[in-house]
């Protein structure tokens, strides 16, 4: 009888122990679930952050900003904070909107800085000018200007399959039209739309901007193929564009009608 009680006791422990395990297991999934949902404060990216921005500019510039997130969604390496320790770094590459920010996206030098920024969508080409082709001295970085290509249409005659159209192109010299009409300009020789980025100590400081030289163009990837075209087989001259000039891209001007109205 007495073994019988001891057994009974012995098994009544058992499933004590067990039922009791088993509460603070659960008791403490409950915790680490509640923790895991807890508000974290983590840094995303608002506006693109552009290779070579320090830290503390990308903050104080709203590039970056800090929001709160459940603990369970931060990545590994997220920005804690931004302080002196760590303010004076440079962003490595651009850093796209929406991403959280990585500690390691930062490093002591600026990685990848762009010299000039090609608008989203367009491609940038450079064209040589003479100084009356560039309009001198007048064109800057932000002007816009109308480009005309003086050529010979003699290859286009010869397409018609015409066996005097070589004859009868050359008869009638070179021809000037509008190429394109609007055009931004996003840099001239060294001067560019992008401000350039002011020396650290103990370095020198970049060279004084070149005016004039190469006047580089922001244009559509379409007008791209026909700009270089033009730039290979016919000569180029700028004018500098005014806000209300109406272009008439259909008026071709040749010898034969160069007095005509």
Known sequence: MGRRLVAIFAAALVALVGVTAVLLYARGADARAVAAQQPTSVYVVKSLVPSGTTLKDAVQNGL??????AAAGVPVGALAGVDGSNGGLYATTDIQPGEYVLSDRFGVKPVGEKAITVP??????S???SDPARVGTFLTPGSKVVLYDTYSPVAAASASGSRNSGTQAAATGQSTRVLLDDVLIIAMGQASLTPAAAPADGQEAAPAPVLGALMTVAVTPADA???VHGIQTGTLYAALRGTDAKIDLGKVVSEASLFSK
């Open 127 to 129: 064209v040589q000018l």
């Open 225 to 227: 193929t026909r700009l």
């Open 120 to 125: 989203a969508g367009m491609v940038a080409v």
């Open 64 to 69: 970056i900003i800090k929001t709160s997130v």
